[in-house]
């Protein structure tokens, strides 16, 4: 039998308030968690959403400021699963998350409505993705390490709507005769394989 009730609890020591479900005298269910404010003395709804085992588990709600929230699926206390994150400076990450960092797909707009879109680890850019530059009507899709575009190609992608575009286009490279640089590649191949054998 499984005993859930509603209630409240005020920690003394933090004046941290818990209204909700209770299971076997930890957080479990839907509940809120609000902590005082510091200068005003009013409360100020920390986390919404659902707990298991006293733990933020479920889809909720977390707000780290007035401009700064998360909103999606949490587990065993941290960011886990699909959720969005509204960052004080503007900027919007959506997509997967583990142990509290990006971590999968995901995609990063930014105030200036630049995004990336692609592979995330540790919170970092890393794997294959493409950044959109906006501002400059201009997209480079290439390979990530820790934040940092390590190869990849740089096309003009929308340059005459830009705001800012670049000053002069990026021009576009073609191969004159691509069946003979195909044909000498394989060439080439034959003739290493036959010395080898």
Known sequence: MWVVWKGTQIWKKTGAIYEGDWKFGKRDGYG???LPDPETGKYKRVYSGWWKGDKKWGYGIRFFGPKEY?????SDNQRGG?????YSNGSVYEGQWCNDKPEGEGMLRLKNRNRYEGQWQRGMKNGPGRFFHLDHGQLFEGFWVDDVAKCGTMIDFG???APEPTKFPIPEIKILDPDGVLEEALAMFRKTEE???
């Open 32 to 34: 809120t968690l609000s």
């Open 70 to 74: 998360y909103e999606g699926e949490w």
């Open 82 to 86: 699909w959720g969005r994150m509204y």
């Open 159 to 161: 340059r005459d709507e």
């Open 195 to 197: 010395d080898e054998d």
